[in-house]
Each structure stands twice: as structure tokens, then as C-alpha cells.
């Protein structure tokens, strides 16, 4: 199983906080270090210093770190057009070097964040998902020489030279996520290298799992080429004091979290990466709310990873 990092710098963070956090996590042996795309903070906390952009943030963690895997969870269809997202995430990688960089890419769901920084939020955006990644997969996928072409409902492209390709051959790896019973198995199918249930109860991403599962198997590919992932908040103590302590910290109750995060002392977690394991799932991305607190990454480093 493997556990990744993942971060919510909209809820305030700088660049220096991610890195100290990206270095951390390598360091102590942890898969990846993920972070959301968002530009507006959420809930009852101030934001500041403000938000960082996704990918310019994995740039710099790109040449400040060295073996980690990078990535968002996931970057919204809304923010960037396909064809310059497309060279980002292609110069990310070759900064980072072949294998590290992985794109979570989808719809885009948080208005208030497109209004606030005048980002056209259309009613109707699966359309655009969809036609991005037909136009992202086929930019990278171009034999070297050769020129893309697409016209579809939202995006167009003329005779694009298809520059520059990612050093990660064929390309980075998608990930793609949602609780849709047809459209997002069916793209994830298609297009995704693995697939994500964030934050949804156990039994719900048991299900997804399942759906998705067919729809890899009837497009053509083995189920198995899927990779299948969770993310879920982590909270983690060396015993009821510590948890306790920890949750008040980013203002949740004991109970709620063990219910629906990775929660509690090391051996409730173990167990709980279990289920997960039990369902088939080979990836899981701990939530980190308190970025500050980087003993609780080495707790889960010493006391969970080391069991698993």
C-alpha cells in the first residue's frame, strides 16, 4: 500500500511551508507529496498568506526535492485551457525528472474560488473534461514530427507542433475520480491510469471500485492496469490524548473521524489501511489539515508505514 501526502495550501500556506513539508515527507519515506488546485480558501480560517498555483508550486518542489512523487488532487478542467496545461504539465516532468509527475484532473466544483478570481464557472462542465483530456493525451501522444488537430464543442486545435513532450514516456500518468456511475468509469477507463474515491465512505468507494473495474474491462483493458486509490483525512495519535488533541487542532470531533478518516491510534489505522487493502486498493492519500505538525508525519511514518 502505498500512503502519499496530500495538502490544502488554499487554507494557508506559503511555498516555503509546502517544501519543508514535500522535503519531510521524503525524507521519511512516504510515496508523494499531493496538494489541491484551489484559489479560495474554505471554512472558518483566514487564508493568508493567500494561495499558491498548483503547478508553479510543483516546479519549484520539481528542482527542490528529489525522489518524491508530485502531483495535484486534482487540478479543475475550469482554470487552464487544455493545450497550455498540457506544456505545463510536460515541463513539470521534465523538471522533475521520468516518473514523478502525475496529473489529477476534474470538473471543478467550488464557484465562489472561479468568481473571486474572474474564472468563467460554466453550469454544464463535464464537456470540458472530457474534450481536455482527448486534447492532453493527444498533445503528448503525437509522434515527434507530426501535428495535432481537434474540433470539438469547447476547445479547438489547429496543426499544433504537439511541443514540448514529457520526459515521462508515454506520459504522465492521469488520475481521475468521482462518484458518477457512468460517465467518469467510462473516462476513467479510457483515459486514467488510476482512479480516485476522495473523502466517501468505505462502502461507497467499494462500489465505485467495482463499477470501475467493468468499465476498464469493457474497454478493452485489464482491470488490474487500473490503479485504484482513497483519500481520506489523516489523524493519528500514540494514544486517546494525542488523537484527541490533534483533532481539535483542525477542529474535528473524535468520533466523526474515526468514522470517515484514517483516524486514531496506529493499530486502528493499520486495521483500517486493511479494508482499504481488502477492496483493492493500492494507493491512499493522507489529508494533512495541519501543516505545522510535521511529528504526526513521522508518527504515521514510524508507527503505521513500518506495519504495513
Not at 485551457?81 to 467550488?110: C, H, K, N
Amino acid at each position: 500500500m502505498d500512503l502519499r501526502i496530500f495538502t490544502e495550501p488554499q487554507q494557508g500556506a506559503s511555498y516555503d511551508t509546502l517544501l519543508t513539508v514535500a522535503k519531510a515527507a521524503e525524507d521519511l519515506g512516504f510515496d508523494a507529496f499531493f496538494r489541491s488546485d484551489h484559489y479560495l480558501k474554505m471554512g472558518e480560517v483566514t487564508g493568508e498568506p493567500g494561495p499558491t498555483d498548483a503547478w508553479i508550486t510543483l516546479a519549484g518542489l520539481a528542482r527542490d526535492t528529489r525522489r518524491i512523487k508530485l502531483g495535484t488532487l486534482v487540478s479543475p478542467a475550469t482554470f487552464r485551457l487544455p493545450g497550455p496545461l498540457a506544456i505545463s504539465v510536460a515541463q513539470v516532468d521534465a523538471m522533475a525528472g521520468p516518473g514523478r509527475v502525475e496529473l489529477g484532473l476534474g470538473t471543478g466544483w467550488f464557484e465562489d474560488e472561479h468568481t473571486a478570481y474572474g474564472i468563467p464557472f460554466p453550469e454544464k462542465r463535464f464537456g470540458l473534461l472530457e474534450e481536455q483530456l482527448e486534447i492532453i493525451t493527444g498533445l503528448w501522444n503525437t509522434p515527434d514530427g507530426a501535428t495535432y488537430t481537434f474540433k470539438g464543442e469547447h476547445y479547438a486545435v489547429s496543426e499544433s507542433p504537439a511541443l514540448p513532450k514529457p520526459a515521462t514516456k508515454p506520459h504522465p500518468p492521469i488520475i481521475l475520480g468521482g462518484g458518477g456511475p457512468k460517465r467518469t468509469p467510462r473516462l476513467a477507463a479510457r483515459y486514467a491510469s488510476e482512479f480516485n474515491t476522495s473523502f466517501r465512505p468505505f462502502d461507497d468507494s467499494d462500489k465505485l471500485f467495482t463499477t470501475v473495474r467493468e468499465a476498464v474491462s469493457a474497454n478493452g483493458r485489464s482491470p488490474e492496469s487500473m490503479t485504484y486509490s482513497a483519500a481520506l483525512v489523516a489523524c493519528v495519535g500514540r494514544d486517546e490524548a494525542e488523537f484527541a488533541k490533534r483533532a481539535a487542532a483542525i477542529g474535528r470531533e473524535p468520533a466523526e473521524l474515526r468514522e470517515n478518516g484514517l483516524a486514531g491510534t496506529p493499530g486502528e489505522v493499520v486495521e483500517k489501511i486493511g479494508r482499504y487493502a481488502g477492496i483493492g486498493a493500492q494507493r491512499l492519500y493522507l489529508q494533512f489539515l495541519d501543516l505545522q505538525d510535521l511529528d504526526h508525519m513521522e508518527l504515521i511514518a514510524s508507527d503505521v508505514m513500518r506495519q504495513l
